[in-house]
């Protein structure tokens, strides 16, 4: 009997996220193993889509947003009860044998009732807390009365569901000491498709100059300006660097909440005219701004959420043989090895950030070892199909009649 998974998402590709970029590849390397799966998108997939789309050969069931009030609280009542109705809906249609949510809790809380209504088991994937999201996003703040309802849902659904999956060593131990047993939890690390990255290429020059960094050491970050990633870190860093590297360049991709804020600490630190605001480029683009990059630098600010959570970006970098300079936050330290395939310093600290860069723009010479070696640990550890794999015990434990679970 070929396993049939129900995948209940908060948002998928087309729009590009680590979010989306993660559930794509577990979604083909999970067909790659001969299982059959089915994906439902919340009300939260904002990208203009009919009822059902197929998009890069994966189909999509789109649960439409509710109408109603959008006050705190109702909006998320309004959101769960969409999908649930969704759910039932396409989980007749396609009469999977396991449904699997996704995070936030807003698709686990639903898929648990449809589950118990239809008598299929449910597994839940934690990516991040949504209560930490909340967090970040200046929604509410640690200890509030949210912050602490939310984690009792979350909580909640750990406990009622089959089986409970997530990214990262960081999120398995927080789990676990809310008193989900630890046999229950398994870990399905953030990977990449090994053969979609190769060593990065030339510059080019023209887009070189176009941007002004002809002759610079340029340092970068290519991705979304959430305040978590640190990059006011990263300006208050680029004095003192350039003392001591005058012809250090900050290369700024991207955009995001933090943009006119980081725009206004550059020209307050004086320092404008050495940092290159790009916006956002076309995805197909991406490639062509990495080539520019010398260092690449993920400054991730210590919060729960990135104590907690591993990214995919360093774990692209590596497989493109970059050289890369990352907070130690406890995500990134689930990925970097210190002086082998990246380098760490203090969370927060400024300066530590600018005698890092310093440092790795300085010895040249060590940048081939740190390349093989990052590629070297994304090929052996960090690939799909190693992580995938992951799924099978736990799934052929929920669904026993099926075989090749």
């Known amino acids: 009997m070929t396993l049939r998974v129900l995948h209940v998402l908060d948002h998928s590709i087309p729009l590009h996220s680590g979010y989306t970029f993660r559930t794509a590849a577990l979604l083909r390397e ?3 193993l001969g299982w059959e799966t089915f994906h439902l998108t919340s009300p939260k997939h904002t990208a203009p889509s009919q009822p059902d789309e197929t998009v890069d050969g994966l189909h999509f069931f789109r649960t439409p947003a509710p109408a109603g009030p959008r006050l705190p609280g109702l909006a998320e009542i309004s959101l769960m009860k969409a ?19 996704h995070s936030p809790v807003l698709n686990a809380i639903p898929a648990l009732r449809v589950g118990r209504e239809l008598g299929i088991p449910v597994v839940y994937e934690v990516r991040a807390f949504w209560e930490d999201a909340a967090v970040d996003h200046g929604t509410t703040h640690e200890g509030s009365l949210r912050y602490r309802f939310t984690r009792w849902l979350e909580t909640y659904a750990l406990r009622h569901a089959r089986h409970v999956f997530t990214i990262c060593e960081g999120l398995r131990q927080d789990i676990v000491a809310r008193g989900i047993p630890a046999a229950k939890v398994t870990v399905i690390p953030n990977a990449v498709d090994i053969e979609s990255f190769t060593p990065g290429g030339a510059a080019d020059e023209t887009l070189r100059a176009q941007l002004g960094l002809s002759g610079g050491e340029v340092v970068g970050f290519i991705g979304s300006f959430y305040a978590y990633e640190g990059l006011d870190l990263l300006l208050a860093a680029l004095p003192e660097l350039l003392r ?12 995001g909440p933090q943009e006119a804020a980081l725009k206004s600490q550059a020209a307050a630190l004086g320092v404008a005219d050495k940092v290159v605001f790009t916006g956002r480029v076309p995805h197909a683009e991406v490639q062509r701004y990495y080539d520019l990059i010398d260092v690449l630098a993920y400054p991730r600010h210590s919060m729960r959420l990135t104590e907690l959570v591993t990214p995919l970006k360093p774990l692209e970098a590596m497989a493109q043989g970059r050289v890369l300079v990352a907070s130690d936050v406890g995500g990134h330290q689930e990925l970097i090895r210190h002086g082998e395939t990246g380098a ?31 590629r070297r640990f994304v090929e052996q550890e960090r690939n799909w199909a190693a992580s995938v794999a992951r799924y099978q015990a736990p799934y052929r434990h929920a669904v026993p009649q099926t075989a090749d679970a």
């Open 30 to 32: 999970q067909r790659r």
């Open 344 to 374: 760490l310093f203090t969370a927060g600290s400024a300066p530590a950030l600018s005698r890092a860069l310093a440092d790795l723009l300085a010895r040249r010479s060590d940048w081939p070892a740190l390349r093989q070696a990052g």
């Open 244 to 255: 001591e590297r005058p012809n250090a360049r900050l290369l700024l991709v991207g955009g």
């Open 83 to 101: 999908v649930q109705v969704r759910l039932r809906e396409v989980a007749l249609k396609v009469r999977p044998h396991i449904i699997h949510a």
